[in-house]
């Protein structure tokens, strides 16, 4: 990331270790003066709400759970080729890229593939799954299930450093969309994600999404809301529905790729880091990228 030209770097943050948690932002080249109009223009409606909310913002996240990692792969290319091509996105656009938002867990999972062990790293490094520890529908969970890996949601909401972060970060922008990037199942997602009522937010976000599927469908890429996802799932504290909260922008929750599994030969079938990642990323940017742009760009025109 540090090599993308006109990315200014700041530390949003530290994870429980003490590893700083990076956000980068630029601003796209405005029709006018150029991005330190831009710049200008964003200062004078840094604060202000409503229509007249200054240019758009974009955020992008990813490792939020950090063995995806198609989802920094992912992320990057986006950076480079919305940096590469300004005019893919209205003048003036804001960007805001967190591509690492877990770097315990980044770390660990390193650590894990570089011992050759396979290891189930979902958390940070207490173990808490950060797309459970956001406050809007926050839920603590029930000691019987302590055994199940999948939902850590933490003792409070906001208990861990690095949603706080996130959180502090997106809040200080007048974010337009966000888009948190995962692996897998090939799924847009969006809120509310911790029930089934179809809500304004819910419709907002369905009318954006529907029209990119069908103006640059992406093979096999689906869409719904999250708490609709199957009778039996509902998802507690996760960060899109913080992120709309706090913004009243939109937010949506990338499931990129169906994975590896089986795709990595024998000897890593059962090893999870190669379960959740697909053995040629280069593969999925191709197939989802231009969908995520027109994603993000329809957000930006309608949202
Ligand atoms: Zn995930």
Known sequence: MDALPGLRREEIGRSVQGRPIYGYSCVLPGSEGGPAAADAAWARSAHSTGADAGPPVVALVSLVHPMEWISREVHLHLMETLLSRPSLLPPGTRILSVPDANPDGTQAVEAALRSGKPAWVRGNARGIDLNRNFPVGFRTRPRWIDFWPMWRPGP???????????????????VTVSLSLHSFGRWIFYPPSSHRRVTPTAVRHESVVRRCLARTPARGYRQRQLGRYAFWFRAHGIEIDSFVEETNGLSFLVELSWGGFGRWGWGRLLHPFFTFNPPRPEQEVARVEPTLIRLLHESLVSG
């Open 156 to 174: 409070a909401p906001l208990s861990e450093p690095e949603p706080r972060a996130l959180l502090d970060w997106i809040r200080s922008f007048p």
